[in-house]
């Protein structure tokens, strides 16, 4: 699942004062030096499992800190952002034309 905003997990990692290693530690990571690189910019992307106890941990809709991806039948990558009205929205960018 790529990071929607890693601004906005920094925000709540202070705001809920919580460190690099507790939030590790509740996530299930060994180290806690990957929160620190998500919250640099350095990984874009969690796997899923971790990425919904983070939110959960947090007290927020897995939607609020990430996007997901899906592989659409053509075998692209598609993100679903959702909406206040709780309907997905997907990009789908299979109809864009290749420059030559």
Partial sequence: MKVRDRKKLQRLMIVQDVSHRELAEAVGWKSHSYVGRICRGQITNVQPEPALRMAKFFGVGVEDLFLTEVDNEHGRSV????????????????SRKAST
Avoid at 79 to 94: C, E, F, M
Wanted: hydrophobic share 25%.
């Fill in 79 to 94: 993100k679903q952002n959702h909406h206040a009205h709780g309907a997905p929205a997907v990009r789908d960018h299979s």
